[in-house]
């Protein structure tokens, strides 16, 4: 099934939450007006991508990251045309010009910036190809999406947005017990461990924002991004009660009338 | 007579008149009205205060089915029409991620007016467009044990599945208490 959209209504670092918390494979399209990107992904970890419009050969790579000048530039692409990124970055290593971890460090650094890139959109079309076939011939990695996801929430300015998104700060946050989400593995700013530290389903986002001396769209901002990385979840805070509790609507009789109402029910709509 | 009833809530043109029309067993009342909002014309009319659809469980009970508007401009209706629920139903379509974020809240409005039992049905599941239901768990920030089902709401069969489902929770709700 087709997992589409346009970012204005869901956004890269939701999209990015989806795919991390799911461990998908494939490769996410996006396209805005004047650019066309592509990310491939496996168990959930950015594994490769590109931008249409540009070079993303390896040998582009290395030269964009100051690895190799003008010249070997030219002639490697001269001399390696045919050559896979996986054959090139072998020969550059056993030649003694690189090490693996530089390549490594440079295929990094560019999908990094473009994702970078991604998230100053506020507009263009997605599409998942689950399950697409990666390159066989790049040097594929495997990025933890955790990170990013925190960076492009960091980026987000939209207090309606994010108004949406968390419509209330008298709700609290608890850690996951999902496995796998930890939020020592994340790089966070002393703001965002502040806040960290606070959470408890006792604490409500309002007292954690006073506490930590933080304004509305700073708050928001900071549980958005840990609420995407998938490290925490909304909670209702102890002590929080509605304005108006409805009443449910269960007959007033005994439970084993209750129980036979509800069963008669469920056997009617059978029949129907 | 004795009469118990149902809410069926979601975002605008999530399938809910539909959904209520392909069980009742009266023609629909319905207060539809046509959409003067050009952003909003994916369809000719939309409720504005409700839905309401019957189902005759025996000879002394009456189930209601009550649809609530999907704008929010008349959400005011909401809170009249959830109380004395049994439970309720949040119908998303699942080819508008544009909707999830307003599903979400809606659902999170009808949590805090009461503590019933409630189900999650992912509405034009036979669309080529329509995410997948372990995706919008996620995209809708569903915990595990939210139960959310495929729907169609114009097939009777998933209805019926959609319904019974809802039922069986009040159901373990109930036993849960009596044991």
Known sequence: MALKGNLRDFNLTQLFNLIHLARKNGVLHLENTSNKVWLGFRDGKLAYGGIDQEDNSLVAILYRARKINANQYRTIKERASGMSDKELGLLLINAGYLTQQEIIQSIQTYLIQIVQRLFLWTEGTFLFENEAALPSDKILLRINLDNLIMEGSRQLQEYDQLKDEIPSLDIALKFCERPGANVRNLRLSPEEWKVVSYINPKNSLKKIAEAAKLNDLEIRRIAFGLLQAGVVELVKADGFSPKRTINPGIPHTSPGEQVSLIKRIIQRIRSL | ?179
């Open chain 2, 1 to 179: 007579m004795q009469t118990v009833k149902m809410v069926v809530t979601g975002p605008f043109n999530a399938g809910k008149t539909a959904f209520i029309r392909t069980v009742s067993e009266i023609n629909v009342v319905s207060t539809e009205r046509k959409i003067s909002q050009e952003a909003e014309k994916v369809k000719e009319t939309t409720t504005v205060a409700m839905d309401f659809g019957r189902i005759t469980i025996d000879e002394e009970l009456v189930l209601y089915l009550f649809g609530t508007p999907g704008q929010r401009r008349f959400d005011f209706m909401w809170e009249i029409l959830s109380e004395g629920m049994l439970g309720f139903i949040v119908m998303v379509d699942s080819c508008k991620p544009e909707t999830f974020r307003e599903a979400r809240s809606i659902l999170e409005t009808f949590r805090a007016y009461a503590p019933t039992p409630y189900i999650v049905a992912a509405n034009k599941q036979d669309l080529k467009d329509a995410w997948d239901i372990e995706d919008l768990r996620i995209a809708l920030r569903l915990d595990p044990q939210v139960k959310l089902l495929p729907c169609v709401a114009t097939d009777k069969e998933t209805v019926k599945v959609v319904l019974i489902e809802l039922l069986n929770q009040i159901l373990k709700e109930l036993e849960a208490k009596t044991t």
